[in-house]
């Protein structure tokens, strides 16, 4: 059987052996972690392990730790008027958040929608400064909301600037930071963020579990699910124990990763789609970008169908993101870049990993030479020209 290449972990990072080992060591544990007996202390230490794993790959106390199903929920559990904190305890008046941020935070979070705002992103998707700053003067409270990395270019937003410009006006500052750890350093005390959302299965662990981290003296003051008072009272339902072991070890896993590597394979396959295809557009190519993040743009070709090639080719990869993939519609995050619909449509994403093969971007770029072309509709090829 054909050897498959999975180029597409921004979507989901195949499952590290020790996130696996620690998820089949905690399902073998019984016991409730809100239960005072041995069995109850022993799932208890699991859940208490794993959040000191996750605080330490963030730069955080384990107390500022909130395990969620995902970094969906921490996104809706963050982005509530109802934060508090020790100088300020009345509801945030306004939320803003960049046109190019997943869709759980473009929906506007817990705010009513006429009290959210979308902010406008230069060409590499970056949040206009001086706009945000504008912005801010039409708020008493605001909260904004601007994501580390793009899930779909890769571009990093520079957060320690947009914090500088969010604090001076009162503001607080959520970052969705979901496609960072493992790649990037990704640490609250350096990015001077407020509450920042985590997922799990972008950095190897398991799918359904998140963490909303929060500075340490912010209070979310209106939990998203309300109930037995686990997590502190600001996440309630019985821990999903083994999803929560699995994060803490994939965490504990994020500063091995070899970043460098990633960057050299990226750097490679991007040079050997421009060889083959000069007209390609390499999306951000002049921005700050993660080392395993590529958007590529052919002008004429159809993502779909190209990917359906690549696909039968053994080759995973995803067009814009995989929450909008599968349904023909431009991305978002490109039209706020600026790109005209036909070709924010053209667009593919490859996403490596650390485990990714150099064997693997050359299997990809044989296929690339092999299917691309022929894709090539002639509208695109007079667009190009
Ligand atoms: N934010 C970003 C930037 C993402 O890439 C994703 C996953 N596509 C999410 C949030 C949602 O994360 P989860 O799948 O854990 O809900």
């Known amino acids: 059987m054909m050897q498959r290449v999975y180029f597409d972990w921004n979507a989901t990072a195949p499952l590290l052996p020790e996130a696996r080992a620690a998820m089949i060591a905690a399902l073998e544990t019984t016991g409730n972690a809100s239960s ?31 395990f969620t199903s ?10 509530t008027p109802h934060l508090e904190t020790g100088e300020e305890r009345a509801p945030r008046d306004r939320l803003f958040v960049s046109a190019v941020e997943h869709p759980s935070v473009i929906c506007g979070g817990r705010f009513a929608p006429g009290a959210s705002e979308t902010l406008a992103v230069d060409a590499d998707g970056i949040v206009d400064l001086a706009a945000l700053g504008a912005a801010l003067s039409r708020a008493q409270r605001p909260l904004v909301s601007v994501m580390l990395a793009n899930n779909e270019t890769g571009v990093i937003a520079p957060i320690r600037r947009v914090a500088e410009i969010v604090h001076a006006a009162g503001g607080l500052l959520h970052v969705d930071a979901a496609q960072a750890p493992g790649r990037i350093r990704c640490r609250m005390d350096e990015l001077h963020a407020d509450l920042m959302s985590i997922s799990a299965h972008k950095l190897g ?87 395993n993040t590529t958007l590529v743009l052919v002008p004429g070709m159809k993502a779909e169908t190209a990917l359906i090639a690549f696909d039968l080719n053994g080759i995973a990869l995803s067009s814009g993101s995989a929450c909008s993939s599968g349904k023909v519609r431009a991305s978002h995050v490109l039209a706020a870049m600026g790109f005209a619909p036909p070709l924010a449509r053209a667009a593919l994403r490859i996403s490596l990993g650390r485990s990714s093969q150099e064997a693997e971007v050359d299997r990809f770029l044989e296929t690339w030479k092999m299917v691309v072309r022929p894709l090539l509709s002639k509208e695109g090829r007079e667009l190009a020209a």
């Open 36 to 66: 005072v007996h041995a069995e109850g202390r022993a799932a208890r230490a699991i859940v208490e392990r794993a959040r000191a794993q996750v605080a330490a790959l963030v730069g955080v106390e384990p107390k500022q730790v909130t």
């Open 70 to 79: 995902g970094a969906t929920e921490a996104n809706m559990l963050a982005l």
């Open 205 to 291: 662990g398991p799918q359904g579990v998140g963490a909303l981290i929060r500075r340490a003296d912010l209070h979310v003051a209106d939990p998203l699910v309300k109930g037995g008072g686990q997590e502190r009272g600001l996440r309630a339902g019985t821990e999903n124990v083994a999803a929560i072991a699995g994060f803490g070890a994939a965490a504990g896993m994020a500063a091995a990763a070899d970043a460098t590597r990633m960057a050299a394979l990226r750097d490679r396959l991007e040079a050997g789609i421009l060889a083959a295809t000069p007209e390609a557009i390499i999306v951000g190519a002049g921005a700050a970008r993660l080392p």
